[in-house]
Structure formats: C-alpha cells, structure tokens
C-alpha cells in the first residue's frame, strides 16, 4: 500500500466508477447482509441496499451529473427516495453531505475528498445521533475518514477492522438495540455495508492510473 | 417456507393493487404507494398521516377512511416508507388545515419522517409530528432507540383520527395524539418466529416448548427466552408488566392484539385471561377489541395494549369509523 499523494486529482468519471463498484459489491455481499440483518436486526438491509443502488445506477445512466460533487449528490438523494428504512436517510445523507462539500469542481484532489468525507460521516453522526462504540455504521465509517488522510488502502483496512470489532458490542442504536446484550456476538450490519463502500472506494483508486 | 407470493420483489405493489381491487372507497396510487380516502382533501379537516414497513397490515393502509387516517405509506416489508410518499400523502390530504404525521418510534420512521416534515413544510403544508412509543419490553430507554410504537398506533390513529373528523384544529388533534401515547403501553410474546418474503426462512430459531417474551413486531428476537407458558401465564405476566408501568387510575380500552399467526380462537382465550387479570388488578375495562391489527406477517403471538381514556377520549373511541380493518358506528 502507497501512501496517498495529497493532490492526486479524482475526476467525475472516478466517482460514477466508485457507485459501480459499490453496486457490483453490495450485489454480490447482499445476502450476507441480510442474514447478519436476521440475527440482531429484521432480515432486509442487503435487499433495501440492492435496491437503492440498482435505482443509482439507473440514474446515473439517464443523467450525466457534471462533477464529482454532483454525482455524490444525486446517489444520496437516490438512496434516500428509494431505500428507506434508516440506512436510506444515513447512506443518503452520508453521500450527499460528502458532494455537497466538494462543491461543483470538475475535478477534486484527494485531499479535498477527505475532508469532504469526513463531512459526510459527521452528518451521519448527527443525523443518527450515534456514537462510536454504539455498533453501528459509524464503527468503520469513522476510522475509514481517519484513515483516508494516508490513503485509500488504509481507509479499506480501517473500515473492515472497525466492522469486525462491533462483534462484541451491544448495541446502542438503531433496531438492533432492543435486544439488549443479546446483541453481543454478532457484526453488525450497517458497520459490514460501510465496510464495503469503503472497500469499493480503495478497489477504485487501485485500479486508476 | 412457502409463500402466497409471485415474487419477493412484488409483494407490496401486488398488495396495493389487490386492496385497490378491493376498496373503491380508496384511491390506492401503487406506483408511488400512498393510500388516501377518496374524498380527500376534506374541506376544513386535518389530515391524518401514517406509515411505516410493510407487514403489519391491516395497519396502516387497512385504517385509513372516515374516522381514522386520511392517507397511509407503505415502505417495503419491515422498511419504513421514504420521505418521498410522506410528501405526496401530505399534499393529498391537506385542505389548508394542516397534516398530523403519526410516527413510530423506529430509528428509520423518525428519520425518514423528520425529512418529510421538512419538505412539507417547504410546501407550505403546516405539520405536527407525534410518535408513538408504548413498548414497555424496552425498559433500558438510555442505551436504545427508544420504545418501540406497537398496538398503541391502533388508538392513536383511531382518537386523533376521530378528533380530526370532528372539525378539531390541528393543535387539538396532535394534543389527542400524544394523550392518547402518554396514556398506553403494550407487551408482546412470540410463539414462532416470523419468515419475510425477502429472506424466506424465518428471521431467528424459537424451538418447540419456548416463547419469546418482549417482542416487537419486526420480527427481532425479544429480549427474554422462556419455556413455553400457558395463556393464563402469559396473561398474567404480560397485564402486569403493562400495568405495573401504566399505573392505570381509570378505565381502559383493551387491545388483544394477534401478530399474525394465531388463530382468533386462541386470541378470545387469551382475552379472557387478560380480563380476568384486570379484574384481579382492579382495573375497569370500558372498551376490549380483539383481533389481528398491529401484525408481524406470519408471526404466532400476541400482544396486550393498555390505554387509559377519559370521557373525551372514550367518545372519541365510540365515534364511527369507516375502514378497511375497522368500521362502526353511522
């Protein structure tokens, strides 16, 4: 793993791509999640996830959003009309809130995505009220916006370690927490679904020149 | 597990389509999934609003008409709707007096509701929120979500849907709302877990011989696993912990609620040990409804809610209602 380059430039094509890996891998890890869903939760965030990105990818072939902040834009706002649930909200927002710090740029450096990241995952944290610790999407979300000042590669690792340390925690929020400590024991996964998009994200910038 | 279903992908349009087929009285919009009585918007009346995941029908589609609530939104099965149909439904049933959205509290109905309210409003349709949560399964409120809503959605949508039917201005009927959700508390046990079209085997393994108790009605393991109890014991321990919370100093309406797979002959058996608790508690029963309102799909179980009413509130109970799922009354 190479350290990230502060001003490696990422371009709106760069983002459309990262969505299409993010689609490629929630197709392929969606019954995964919904059966860690079925063990501390009601069975459905693979299905909900497919569904939401399936409608992105449609979109995204009707429009052509101009930018790297108006593609991230126009998939939150995507998941947050087709998703619902609380992962449409949290998902939405933490892509649109992430776009919406990009700005219109044609082009963003991936420092600039960094910061804009973390945007998004403060959103998330807001949005949710939840905490780290609380077993919940912001387990890996958070050390993956830490991470990603060093690089993309790390931000991948962050976030699976962050995903497979909600294992032993009970949960504070969301659905899962009305099992109290029979919570324990299990991935949570929202944390397993965060894990991924970060995932798509380093798989991306690995396979860009 | 076998299904009555084309498709998992298909079974809430399939639905609307069918309750469409069904209900002339309703205008069932199946490609955004809003439900609203025909005669919507009323002139001078609030509008009504619920939603929330699918399976749990009747509720909410099965309530909307006269008396009750003007629109529903179904989500997928077990998802909360999205802001998207709130908006619509709101728009629909809005006469310039208002919209009341009743909200589950469920981590996902309050985000996606929350949004909701802001893009209505931006609408200039004047909205009040009001959640329900009656489950007193979840004690711990400081480390969860929060109580769940469950049958006290039932009362909610009935009084405050009543209250809005009369002509009441839209603080009065978000007043009722929350009266009515200060004033009830439920208790649910499952006897067999519940299998969702998406996933098709059920949700977590209940073997033979135990129940879960403090259930919610998405099909999520309670919080406590026991040997299989009798009617009476489970009577006994569900009244209790519902009154030991409510602390009921007048009448209640009973709801013996069925989550979908048990027969009513078991319910009207339970029914009967859950009025001889209240009688043994001292607790005067004004009104009981039995049957399978609040549901969580193929779920076998039951749950018992509470809501204490005063003379408004129990004219209000009395009012007609003219739904899919409940009608009296005119």
């Known amino acids: 793993m190479t350290d990230q380059k502060p001003d490696r ?61 108006a593609v991230l834009v126009m998939a939150g706002r995507q998941l ?3 998703v619902g649930g609380a992962s449409g909200p949290l998902y939405g927002t933490l892509l ?6 990009l700005g219109d740029a044609p082009e963003v450096t991936a420092e600039q995505f960094t910061e804009a990241f973390r945007a998004g995952v403060a959103a998330v944290a807001q949005l949710g009220g939840a905490k780290a610790g609380d077993k919940t999407m912001l387990d890996a979300l958070e050390p993956a916006a830490e991470a990603l000042g060093t690089s993309f590669g790390a931000a991948a690792e962050a976030a699976e370690k962050g995903a497979l340390a909600t294992v032993p925690l009970q949960a504070r929020k969301g659905r899962a927490s009305y099992l109290g400590e ?6 949570d996964p929202g944390a397993t679904s965060s894990a991924l998009l970060v995932a798509a994200l380093a798989d991306t910038a690995e396979a860009t020149p | 597990m076998k299904m009555l279903i084309n498709v998992p992908e298909t079974v809430v349009a399939d639905a609307l389509r069918g309750m469409a087929a069904a209900h002339p009285e309703l205008s069932v919009d199946v490609a955004n999934r809003v439900v609203v009585r025909r005669d919507a918007p009323v002139a001078g009346q609030v509008g009504v609003v619920s939603g929330g995941g699918s399976g749990h029908e009747p509720l909410h589609g099965g309530f909307v008409g006269p008396g009750m609530l003007s629109a529903a939104c179904p989500g997928e099965v077990f998802t909360s709707p999205v802001p998207d149909q709130m908006v619509r439904a709101a728009a629909a049933v809005d006469s310039g007096a208002g919209v009341l959205f009743v909200v589950k509290n469920y981590t996902g109905d309050v985000l996606n509701f929350d949004m909701a309210a802001e893009l209505a409003e931006d609408e200039g349709i004047q909205v ?7 489950d007193v399964a979840v004690t711990d409120s400081l480390y969860t979500a929060g109580r769940r809503g469950t049958g006290a959605t039932l009362f909610v949508e009935k009084l405050a849907g009543a209250a809005a039917e009369e002509g009441a201005p839209l603080e009065h009927v978000e007043a009722i709302a929350r009266r009515v959700n200060d004033r009830s508390r439920s208790f649910g046990v499952a006897l067999s877990a519940v299998t969702t079209p998406a996933k098709g085997s059920p949700t977590f393994d209940l073997p033979e011989g135990e129940l879960e108790l403090g259930i919610g009605i998405h099909g999520e393991p309670g919080r406590e696993r026991r040997a299989m109890m009798t009617s009476r014991e489970i009577a006994d321990f569900a009244v209790h912990t519902v009154v030991e919370d409510l602390l009921p100093s007048g009448p209640v309406i009973v709801l013996v609620n069925g989550m979908g797979g048990t027969p009513l002959l078991e319910l009207y058996g339970f029914n009967a040990e859950v009025q001889r608790v209240l009688t043994e508690q001292r607790v005067p029963v004004a009104r009981t409804l039995v049957g399978n309102y609040v549901t969580s799909l ?13 003379e408004e509130l129990l004219r209000l109970w009395d009012a007609p209602v003219q739904t899919a799922a409940l009608r009296w009354g005119r």
């Open chain 1, 80 to 82: 947050i009309s087709t």
């Open chain 2, 128 to 134: 009040a929120k009001v959640l329900v949560n009656d």
């Open chain 1, 182 to 187: 029979r919570s324990i024991g299990h991935q």
């Open chain 1, 96 to 101: 649109r809130r992430t776009g919406k710090a």
């Open chain 1, 9 to 69: 430039t990422l371009d709106t094509d760069f983002f459309r791509r990262w969505l299409t890996a993010a689609t490629a891998m929630v197709e392929r890890e969606a019954g995964r999640l919904t059966e860690l869903d079925s063990a501390i939760g009601d069975a459905d965030h693979g299905s909900n996830l497919q569904r939401g990105f399936r409608s992105v990818m449609t979109e995204l072939g009707r429009e052509s959003p101009d930018g790297p902040g």
């Open chain 2, 298 to 310: 193929d779920m076998a179980g039951c749950s018992v809610t509470l809501c204490q009413v005063d």
